[in-house]
């Protein structure tokens, strides 16, 4: 290094303490580490804006390459469930004993859990697949998840609204129950989907960590899924399938997904094994809040990794 000129001012060489406090004067803040939580928390609010632009522009594009286009979002579960109704409903009569109307009772459970298992899937690989937008800008990397999160939740609208109307023609069925008739529990749908979104972005935060470094899990947790299904009463009474001795009774009685499902099946009132419980709403709230906030915190714990080789 060259000597300074003469009547040249230097400044002096400062401390790494010194550059520490100057940086944070200045408003500047290290890369690649974990920020605090407070902090993290305010930068994902703060980028809502385009946590929810990022989402609405993709539940746009959705299924924009086949002929029928966004039509797909609601025909894909309308086959899934009239698929559930022929076996479960038609098939085996018994699956759902006790209940009156056995195929509103299936569309309810199968629209539902695959809006579940659509979060899930999502949070699965949204850092895979956005690691582009991850290495090239700053931001807190739960958006990216919480985007996912969104647009599974946008795209659930005309589900829910094809939902509704499926279980009111389903008293049309022969030897399917009784009619369904509007009910005003009817307007806690949305809340009732909104709580079952919040608890799905916190398993899908949990598992988005765990894609982010172990893509492989992608193709291991749909079976576990498909289970889940079943385990969750989406498509028989769980209630009137077990006995009332069994050991494993409560645990799929009060299990989340079970509790979701059964929330949004009270809404609709027209089932009075489900009817709509206090305690029922206080579970899923419980269940909701507590399992986005464990999620959110796992993801927030292994910030710095993300989109690192």
């Avoid at 609405?56 to 390459?65: D, L, P, T």
């Avoid at 629209?111 to 290495?135: H, K, T």
């Avoid at 009619?179 to 989907?193: E, I, K, R, T």
Wanted: charged share 10%; with cysteine; proline share 7%.
């Amino acid at each position: 290094m060259t000597d300074p000129k003469p009547g040249v001012a230097v400044a002096p060489r400062l401390t790494s303490e010194a550059a520490g406090t100057l940086a944070q004067q200045s408003g500047l803040r290290e890369m690649g580490i974990r920020p605090p939580l407070g902090r993290y928390i305010r930068g994902v609010w703060d980028r809502r804006s385009f946590i929810w632009n990022l989402s609405s522009s993709r539940a746009y594009v959705r299924n924009q390459g086949s002929y029928l286009g966004q039509a797909w979002t609601v025909l894909r579960p309308i086959l899934d469930a009239a698929t559930m109704i022929i076996i479960f409903g038609f098939v085996f009569h018994g699956s759902a004993p006790g209940i009156e109307n056995r195929a509103a009772f299936i569309v309810v459970g199968s629209f539902s859990y695959s809006f579940f298992q659509g979060i899930v899937m999502a949070g699965i690989g949204s850092i895979p697949a956005d690691l582009q937008l991850i290495r090239s800008h700053q931001f807190p990397r739960a958006v990216v998840p919480l985007s996912a999160v969104l647009t599974e939740t946008v795209l659930f609208g005309p589900i829910m609204v094809a939902m509704v109307v499926l279980v009111v023609l389903t008293g049309f069925l022969p030897d399917m129950g009784g009619p369904v008739f509007p009910h005003w529990s009817w307007l806690l749908l949305p809340v009732a989907a909104a709580l079952l979104s919040l608890f799905s972005a916190g398993v899908a935060l949990f598992f988005a960590r765990l894609g982010a470094r172990t893509p492989d899990i992608a193709n291991v947790v749909p079976f576990f899924l498909s289970l889940g299904r079943f385990a969750s009463g989406a498509t028989f009474s769980i209630a009137g399938l077990t006995g009332h001795d069994s050991w494993f009774r409560p645990l799929l009685l009060y299990q989340p997904v079970q509790v979701f499902l059964e929330l949004i099946r009270s809404c609709f009132g027209n089932e009075p094994l489900i009817p709509m419980a206090p305690g029922l709403w206080l579970l899923a709230i419980v269940y909701a809040v507590g399992v986005f906030v464990i999620g959110f915190l796992f993801f927030w714990g292994a910030e710095e990794s993300y989109g690192r080789d």
